[in-house]
């Protein structure tokens, strides 16, 4: 899956004096349906996560709190993303390893995927993962 096809998506809005509303519908704002939902937090400064692929999992990443950069990876080129806006997420396709990192004190990374969890689906070592990668 070329890595042009990973896109900032804007997501739905809602302002009001009392605090702002996003929603998330699969199927209309995002181009799957939900499966599983996780989230990040807490995660130590200097610390990085993902350091991975999948074969066929659809993402959208959003930064519901805080900041931080995802570096997504084709296999032949690499793209950063700076996510810091809760109405806004990050559309990650099958066959792109990502990296995310810097992120900010009290950052919330949530995160909406298309399968249930299923370790067969990774790629853990990035070797395997660029092997796989060019025969696309």
Not at 77 to 106: A, Q, Y
Not at 118 to 135: N, Q
Request: proline share 5%; charged share 25%.
């Amino acid at each position: 899956m070329p890595l042009n096809e990973c896109q900032i998506i804007k997501l739905p809005k809602i302002s009001d004096p009392r605090g702002n509303l996003t929603f998330i519908e699969g199927g209309a704002h995002i181009p799957f349906e939900i499966k599983r939902v996780y989230y990040l937090y807490d995660v130590p400064g200097g610390a990085e996560r993902g350091a991975h692929g999948h074969r066929e999992l659809r993402q959208l990443i959003v930064a519901v709190s805080g900041s931080f950069d995802v570096i997504l990876n084709d296999g032949k080129k690499k793209k950063n993303f700076h996510l810091n806006n809760p109405s806004e997420g990050l559309l990650v396709c099958p066959m792109i390893w990502r990296d995310i990192t810097n992120f900010s004190s009290g950052s919330v990374c949530f995160v909406l995927a298309s399968k249930e969890y299923d370790e067969e689906d990774y790629y853990r070592d990035y070797a395997s993962f660029l092997i796989d990668a060019v025969k696309q």
